[in-house]
């Protein structure tokens, strides 16, 4: 079945940066996009990017290009997440997500909460 | 950007009652692109719909979606005890995709 499985929540300063994995399983990991959703505290849902594995290339939010980076290890069918110079506005649950051409989001990782306090 | 706007904020339903929740996009949406999702709290977002009214594996028939252009509609035609929950519309067509802000199903 698929999976998508991310690291542990993370407690980080301000200024600092935030690297977060989700490793993909039970489909063929170079055949769909993953992309990265995050979600502050009692808010809603904001789409940060999309990397394509097989490819490494990467699409991002406006707001977001030139802080976050994209990577993904296809031998271990991993994608990572970086975000830089975080403010206490980052703190959140970022979730990654399995993108279709025609589901969509389909399949999405369990989150992982990112706290940026001083 | 698409922005979209879910109506309303929050619905009070009984057990049993339908439910009507509603998106509309800034701009027309490509139909082939647009899903509804359910969220739990402390759990992340379920699909529910893709492609305007197909529904994703697993998801019940009392789950319905409709609509074209910039109007969009999730149907819960017989509200279930694990239905109240938070519901979001995205399109996915363009970039950037976007979410609507959320309808919060709440119990009457």
């Known amino acids: 079945q698929v999976q998508l499985v991310q690291s542990g929540a993370e407690v980080k300063k301000p200024g600092a940066s935030v690297k977060v994995s989700c490793k993909a399983s039970?489909?063929?990991?170079?055949?769909?996009?993953i992309h990265w959703v995050r979600q502050a505290p009692g808010q809603g849902l904001e789409w940060m990017g999309w990397i394509v594995p097989s490819s490494g290339d990467t699409n991002f939010a406006q707001k977001f290009r030139g802080w976050v980076t994209m990577t993904r290890d296809t031998s271990i069918t991993t994608t990572y997440m970086e975000l830089t110079r975080l403010t206490s506005d980052d703190t959140a649950v970022y979730y990654c997500?399995?993108?279709?051409?025609?589901?969509?989001?389909?399949?999405w990782g369990q989150g992982t909460l990112v706290i940026v306090s001083s | 950007e698409i922005v979209l706007t879910q109506s309303p904020g929050t619905l009070s339903l009984s057990p049993g009652e339908r439910a009507t929740l509603s998106c509309r996009a800034s701009q027309s949406v490509n139909s082939r692109y647009f899903a509804w999702f359910q969220q739990k709290p402390g759990q992340a977002p379920r699909l529910l719909i893709y492609g305007v009214s197909s529904r994703a594996i697993g998801i019940p028939d009392r789950f319905s979606g409709s609509g074209s252009g910039t109007d969009f509609t999730l149907t819960i035609s017989r509200l279930e005890p694990e239905d109240f929950a938070v519901y979001y519309c995205q399109q996915y067509g363009s970039s950037p995709l976007t979410f609507g802000q959320g309808t919060k199903v709440e119990i009457k």
């Open positions: 997500a399995r993108g279709d051409v025609l589901t969509g989001t389909d399949y």
């Open positions: 039970g489909y063929t990991f170079t055949g769909y996009y």
